[in-house]
């Protein structure tokens, strides 16, 4: 075992793909990631684009994110995925760092996200986000209602005290959260990968 603060991911969890004339390796998040991703989310929580929480929820949650890395070691980008039911998950904490948006890194990490929800067991992927078209390029579609969920399966949701849930549930209480948001999901039966 790796002394604390060294450990790598192995070589079997990274993928290597090459975008453009840019190499991105994505690869599971570590525990000291979480600096990094602190300080990439803040300012986008500053302009209300994604949910800042507390940094233990960022440990908690840390091995849901996957990093981007260029073939520099500079974290370019990440993303999480929170499972929240058999056939459900959420993307989220979603980001690009500012210098490489529009080189596809967004694309790469959220096809890596997707791989790992159709891995999961998961069919069904949703997400809360301004980026419509980014999202629509994906293979996700605007989500009017809860009509892909079960009404038994609404009522099991509702016990959760997960955020996320609550926004996907639409409940009042996390309306000031998702105002101006579009809420999408995308049936991974369905993925095909974009041009
Ligand atoms: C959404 C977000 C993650 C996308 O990241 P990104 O790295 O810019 O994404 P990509 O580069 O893969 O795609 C962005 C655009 O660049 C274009 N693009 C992708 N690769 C490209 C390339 N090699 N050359 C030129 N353009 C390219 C795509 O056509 C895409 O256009 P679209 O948005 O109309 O679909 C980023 O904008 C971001 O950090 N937003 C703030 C946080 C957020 O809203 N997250 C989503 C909710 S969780």
């Known amino acids: 075992m790796s002394a604390a603060g060294t450990a790598e991911s192995s070589p079997e969890q990274k993928i290597t793909v090459t975008v453009g004339r840019m190499e991105i390796t994505v690869r599971p998040a570590r525990t000291q990631d979480v600096k990094v991703i602190r300080s990439m989310v803040q300012p986008l929580a500053t302009d209300r684009v994604l949910l800042d929480k507390d940094q ?106 997960d955020e996320g849930v609550a926004e996907f549930l639409d409940l009042a209480r996390v309306k000031p959260n998702t105002l101006g948001n579009t809420r999408m999901i995308v049936d991974l039966a369905k993925r095909s990968d974009p041009a």
């Open 56 to 161: 233990v929820a960022y440990f908690e949650a840390i091995q849901e994110f996957l990093m981007a890395e260029n073939a520099d070691g500079e974290i370019v980008g990440f993303g999480a995925l929170h499972v929240m039911w058999e056939d459900l998950a959420e993307v989220r904490t979603l980001a690009t760092a500012d210098e490489f948006q529009g080189r596809g890194v967004g694309g790469v990490v959220l096809n890596a996200l997707l791989d790992k929800a159709a891995e999961l067991g998961v069919q069904h992927v949703f997400c809360l986000t301004f980026e419509t078209s980014f999202f629509k390029r994906h293979g996700f579609e605007v989500m009017n209602d809860q009509s892909v969920l079960d009404p038994s399966v609404f009522n099991q949701l509702l016990l959760s005290t």
